[in-house]
């Protein structure tokens, strides 16, 4: 089992900057890969950014060229930066890892689930 915590969540204005963290803990894999989702009421989660265990990162097109993920091997610690936030950021971000070596920009592609931090921002 591998458990997961965000934080970095909170309330902003349009075009300030948040940065999620997510502590990984638990079992080890060497491919793993760590990931944000994000959901809104009545909506399914959104794949927002990957960073794959080939360190490859991928980007949802709402996102790209504003937030970066980035990870921390040692501490095992994802983090995902935004900037230039927007109204339509507004959601609960989660942090996932897979223990599967295929790339995933699906919630289904993913074992473990943090339990989310709240991101809202203000026109």
């Known amino acids: 089992q591998v458990q997961l915590f965000e934080s970095g969540g909170g309330s902003v204005q349009a075009g300030d900057s948040l940065r999620l963290s997510c502590l990984a803990s638990g079992s080890t894999f060497s491919r793993e890969t760590m990931a944000w989702f994000r959901q809104t009421p009545g909506k399914g989660r959104e794949f927002v950014a990957i960073?794959?265990?080939?360190?490859?990162?991928y980007y949802s097109n709402s996102v790209k060229g504003r937030f970066t993920i980035s990870r921390d091997r040692d501490t095992r610690t994802a983090y995902l930066q935004m900037e230039s936030l927007k109204p339509e950021d507004t959601a609960v971000y989660f942090c996932?890892?897979?223990?599967?070596?295929?790339?995933?920009?699906?919630?289904?592609?993913?074992?473990?689930w943090g339990s989310g931090t709240q991101v809202t921002v203000s026109a």
């Open positions: 996932a890892v897979a223990h599967t070596t295929a790339l995933s920009m699906r919630s289904s592609g993913y074992e473990y």
């Open positions: 960073f794959h265990w080939s360190t490859n990162t």
